[in-house]
């Protein structure tokens, strides 16, 4: 008999000893010992079910180990691959899904998240290299300002983990956290603004079904909220405005007006497409939206969703912008050097 059948048999035999003065005073009296709690349960209950404390030959997890043959390939099965699962591994090596993890984590292979990138053409791919090194070059020492409009809807459902509840009952979880409601057209605002590292512009608003065509654009976001944003945080700074190619933004009329107020931009013929990582008001987005529906909240109305995104608005921290702009001109230097992600 080896020790841990000797400890098994002690273990049977105070419990059986004590039995009416209930599992504690064995649990803690072999515990006391160093005895691991799971075997004093386990024999606990052999007890219970009237069965002998000593194991059967080949009882327990088969002891199984494997060559470095088929180490490799099991390595090769996981490395650089997707759509893989471990317990599916398990069955197909004959091993544990618990040895395969373990084997995976000391060949440092890891399970990692995928990002989601644009989804952009052959070409679009390498007019971004030619023209980020291009506009790195020539504004790199400017104070650059951004905009953008982004759409925002009542519901919170695209925000990740505002779909998910805790429960220990579902029937008695309350219907207003079970479920989320939709609208089949659902109430949404258009929401205008720029950015600098220094701060953020006042809003323009208009309601779903009204675009921001030239004349918009031109008139209530440059007029009358980006020349007073550079007045109040870059009169003295050179700057460059940097918007996307929506049509309007470069339509002749708003070309001529940003000439006319001294606003220098960048030209549409260097601008490259479908590039938002290296916009960071695509991720201001992003963190403007995760606060005005943090917490599952959700908007009654447009007027209601309006001062929602005002408020949080006011709260943003502007340290972050800094953060965001510095990452921006990395990113820049980047994609003009090595090329888009995808293609590093």
């Not at 099991?74 to 040895?99: M, V």
Request: hydrophobic share 35%; aromatic share 10%.
């Amino acid at each position: 008999m080896n020790n841990m059948d000797a400890t098994r048999e002690r273990i049977y035999q105070f419990f059986k000893k004590n039995e009416n003065s209930g599992n504690k005073l064995t649990i803690d009296h072999f515990s006391a010992e160093g005895v691991a709690r799971s075997t004093i349960y386990d024999v606990i209950q052999r007890v219970k079910n009237k069965i002998s404390p000593k194991r059967r030959p080949g009882q327990g997890r088969l002891a199984r180990k494997m060559p470095k043959a088929k180490i490799k390939r099991l390595q090769q099965y996981f490395d650089h691959k997707q759509g893989r699962s471990q317990r599916k591994a398990a069955r197909k090596f004959e091993i544990s899904p618990s040895y395969v993890n373990k084997l995976l984590k000391v060949s440092s292979i890891k399970c990692r998240k995928k990002k989601t990138i644009p989804d952009r053409t052959h070409l679009q791919a390498l007019a971004a290299k030619t023209k980020c090194r291009i506009i790195y070059e020539k504004y790199r020492n400017c104070e650059w300002v951004l905009d953008d409009e982004s759409y925002f809807t009542l519901s919170h459902s695209t925000i990740a983990g505002n779909n998910n509840f805790y429960s220990s009952d579902v029937s008695a979880t309350p219907s207003a956290v079970k479920y989320s409601t939709k609208a089949k057209y659902e109430g949404k605002i258009l929401v205008w603004l720029a950015i600098s590292k220094k701060g953020i512009s006042k809003v323009f608003t208009c309601p779903s079904g009204l675009a921001i065509n030239q004349v918009i654009y031109k008139e209530q976001c440059l007029e009358r909220r980006l020349i007073p944003f550079i007045k109040k945080y870059h009169s003295q700074d050179e700057i460059i405005f940097w918007p996307d190619l929506a049509s309007s933004h470069y339509a002749e009329t708003v070309c001529d007006f940003m000439i006319e107020k001294n606003i220098p931009f960048v030209e549409k013929f260097e601008n490259p497409a479908n590039l938002p990582e290296c916009r960071p008001i695509e991720q201001f987005w992003a963190n403007l939206k995760s606060k005005v529906y943090d917490g599952a909240w959700k908007a009654k109305n447009t007027k209601e969703l309006e001062l929602r995104i005002l408020y949080c608005l006011k709260n943003i921290d502007t340290s972050a912008l800094t953060r965001l702009f510095d990452a921006m001109v990395r990113n820049l230097y980047d994609v003009g050097h090595k090329g888009v992600i995808e293609n590093r």
